[in-house]
């Protein structure tokens, strides 16, 4: 029989359609099947299939779905990726000790960085994880001052600026603001020279850019007039404050710094803190933390120069003094005191993590978000799982929103949200780092997604990917 052309056309389309119909919908790029979801905005704790296409989760669901790729997370945990606010050390290298961690978001606060444009280029397409940084109070304080920027040392940051320095200070962090910088990062105890005027014109400058103050706050060990004085800029001025380690910070004061900063929030103040989940730091042994007998003479056999992992005496600790470098801390308050500030409400977990030397650094730089799983929520009990997820994914999100809208869609499982998810064993999961060996991978977390990329699969690195997208304000 004869049919005219159109028809064979509709009846070959008709065809294709109820063809594609039978075979049922295309698959997702990714589904991780069969996990244990937990998002803290929501409440949600279900076993669900999670289906992601392009960089957003695309579905949440009990029913069976289909994906071009599956990951297994049968008896594991899939939460959002992990938001470090507080992490020195952005290479190739640092993104990857990250990601074994859980961390699909990483962020340089506290002191920050002195040129936010070159920094974001630097990372622009090659990063493995979400970056953002502050703009630097000491790095440009340096500047204005000398010129060059040596970093966390030298004269010039034990000395006041000039009325003419302060003008071209508050200049330049207003241009780093209007250009994206997420907030201003302050490492107060670094700055001896820094007078109060001086800081309070720079939480001004923050405030009306509507911008966090990260601030690393002055060293008191008898009382908490530090925590004081930060609390009172930011009353004067309305600037959001954030008190980075408030565990080495605080010290054997913790609880009491604690108690002020719920104060401050109970009449009204914005100001928040975190902690990390060891009773040691990690600094530079030239910067101006140790002018004034802060050493600890009789535990020099206590700091660790983390290049070599050797223990310190007199001679060599002066010797290094000279030399410039990291080294660990001796520990100079408890860990029933670190267990209060990880599990107090106010904190949220940032790991503080350091730049690798010799591949080396640190622990809290290897497995911060692993020990907080592992020792703190699944042996001690200290917090419930979702509390700790929340403190890790949702809150640090939160923090930073206001001023970076992206943030709304990341530190949450839902339809929509960017796709940076990790999937950890939570009867497994623990930091494995040692302060004589830090270098080692958590275990337990077995894979991690960024913007939608797989970048560990099975606890293996993916090479050859860079997902990461900055974290940066939307300039003004």
């Known amino acids: 029989m004869f049919r005219p052309a159109c028809f064979q056309k509709a009846w070959a389309l008709l065809v294709f359609l109820l063809a594609g119909t039978a075979c049922g919908p295309a698959p997702y790029d990714i589904v991780i099947r069969g996990g244990r979801v937990m998002d803290p905005e929501a409440g949600l704790d279900a076993?669900?299939?999670v289906a992601v296409n392009g960089q957003q989760i695309a579905a949440i669901t009990a029913e069976p779905?289909?994906?071009?790729?599956?990951?297994d997370a049968d008896d594991h945990v899939v939460t959002a990726g992990f938001i470090d606010l507080h992490r020195h050390g952005h290479s190739p290298q640092n993104y990857q000790v990250q990601v074994q961690d859980g961390i699909t978001s990483s962020l340089e606060l506290e002191i920050g960085v002195e040129d936010i444009d070159s920094?974001?280029?630097?990372?622009?397409?090659?990063?493995?994880?979400?970056y953002g940084a502050s703009i630097s109070h000491p790095y440009l304080r340096n500047l204005v001052m000398t010129g060059s920027n040596p970093g966390l040392e030298g004269e010039a940051l034990a000395k006041p600026l000039t009325a003419e320095q302060l003008a071209e200070l508050k200049k330049r962090i207003s241009h780093a603001l209007d250009s994206?910088?997420?907030?201003?990062?302050?490492?107060?105890?670094y700055t001896?020279?820094?007078?109060?005027?001086?800081?309070?014109?720079?939480f001004r400058i923050a405030a009306q850019h509507n911008a966090n103050s990260h601030v690393h706050i002055r060293t008191s060990r008898t009382d908490a007039s530090n925590v004081e004085e930060v609390l009172e800029y930011a009353k004067q001025t309305g600037a959001p404050l954030h008190i980075v380690h408030i565990n080495s910070s605080g010290a054997r004061l913790i609880p009491e710094y604690l108690e002020l900063i719920q104060k401050a929030r109970d009449e009204g103040v914005d100001v928040t803190t975190e902690c990390y989940p060891y009773n040691r730091g990690s600094t530079y042994i030239q910067?101006?933390?140790?002018?004034?007998?802060?050493?600890?003479?009789?535990?020099?056999?206590?700091?660790?120069?983390?290049?070599?992992g050797e223990h310190l005496t007199r001679e060599s600790f002066a010797r290094y003094r000279k030399q410039g470098g990291l080294i660990i801390t001796p520990p100079i308050y408890s860990m029933e005191l670190v267990r209060q500030a990880v599990a107090n409400p106010l904190t949220m977990i940032a790991s503080d993590g350091m730049w690798l030397v010799n591949a080396r650094a640190h622990p809290r730089t290897f497995g911060t978000y692993a020990r907080i799983l592992g020792r703190y929520v699944r042996e001690e009990k200290a917090l419930a799982l979702m509390e700790a997820l929340a403190k890790m994914s949702l809150r640090p999100a939160q923090r930073l929103e206001r001023r970076v809208p992206m943030m709304k869609n990341k530190g949450r499982v839902r339809v929509g949200a960017d796709a940076d998810l990790v999937v950890f064993n939570p009867a497994t999961v623990i930091d494995k780092g040692t302060y004589k060996e830090p270098a080692q991978p958590p275990e337990g977390i077995r894979h991690v997604l960024v913007n939608g990329v797989v970048v560990l699969r099975d606890g293996r690195i993916v090479e050859g990917v860079h997902p990461g997208r900055p974290i940066r304000a939307v300039p003004e």
């Open 65 to 71: 779905v289909e994906g071009r790729e599956v990951l």
């Open 47 to 49: 076993v669900r299939n």
């Open 180 to 189: 994206g910088a997420v907030a201003v990062g302050f490492g107060l105890a």
């Open 192 to 202: 001896p020279g820094a007078t109060s005027g001086e800081i309070l014109e720079m």
């Open 119 to 130: 920094w974001y280029a630097q990372r622009q397409g090659r990063a493995l994880v979400n």
């Open 287 to 308: 910067s101006h933390l140790f002018d004034s007998g802060q050493a600890y003479p009789e535990k020099f056999d206590e700091y660790i120069w983390v290049e070599t």
